[in-house]
């Protein structure tokens, strides 16, 4: 008799991991959307501004439902952190990828943050507006947004090394005042634009990066090497390593 059940009970294991699986699956694809409209609310008030009920609101979900994806309003800054993250790996580090090494790489950093930043002079910048608001506050939120701004900015310090090594830039050009003076023009492009309303800063953070090519550039960087617009990438490398 029980040899006789045991092709029965078989026959029901896929159905049960069928039903695992999809029941997995839309309970990723409800986080997925849980994050992506904390990250449109984090753009706007902040990570701060995040709270569970906040975001249960906008779901038309309950509050436990929003909870029993992350836990904690912790959980959910990291996650929002993270999500932020990937969308600028994919949108500014992806398709500079496309571009050889050295002077066009390098641009074609500058290039993609600039659009990237034309776009969150209206939304906000999480990198910066989270700075403000965790600059002084230690705990896991924070080392998650400092985390993500330092490898972004080992990306754009390791562009600007392969520059050097290129012979794109001079011999004893100061690869950290480089790096430092390009993120420098995005942190006062973000002021002058999005807090002071100034016109033209967009123009004048352009002419910055010209400014700075011309001052560390050696005679060997002909102009038409960083003039390429980047190309669409499909690459997976990680700012955090080496490319």
């Not at 580090?93 to 950093?109: I, K, N």
Request: with cysteine; hydrophobic share 45%; proline share 5%.
């Amino acid at each position: 008799m029980a040899i006789t059940e045991l092709p029965a009970k078989a026959s029901r294991a896929p159905a049960a991991g069928s039903a695992v699986a999809k029941s997995q699956q839309k309970g990723q694809q409800t986080k997925a959307a849980i994050v992506d409209a904390a990250l449109g609310l984090a753009t706007q008030i902040g990570l701060e501004g995040l709270s569970i009920g906040a975001l249960a609101e906008v779901m038309r979900m309950s509050k436990s439902g929003v909870f029993a994806h992350f836990g904690s309003r912790e959980e959910l800054q990291i996650s929002v952190i993270r999500e932020y993250h990937v969308r600028f790996e994919e949108e500014v580090f992806f398709p500079a990828l496309q571009q050889p090494r050295g002077l066009p790489r390098l641009a074609a950093l500058f290039h993609n943050w600039m659009k990237r930043t034309s776009l969150e002079i209206d939304s906000g910048c999480l990198y910066i507006s989270g700075a403000v608001e965790f600059d002084d506050r230690p705990g896991p939120v924070r080392d998650a947004l400092a985390g993500s701004v330092r490898t972004w900015l080992a990306a754009m310090y390791r562009a600007v090394v392969q520059a050097k090594e290129a012979g794109h830039l001079h011999p004893d050009a100061d690869e950290h005042q480089m790096a430092f003076e390009i993120h420098g023009l995005i942190l006062a492009l973000h002021y002058e634009a999005r807090f002071l309303k100034t016109p033209g800063s967009m123009d004048r953070a352009h002419t910055g990066f010209a400014n700075i090519l011309a001052r560390y550039g050696s005679d060997a960087a002909a102009p038409s090497s960083i003039s390429a617009a980047p190309k669409k990438s499909s690459g997976k490398a990680s700012p955090s390593k080496p490319v």
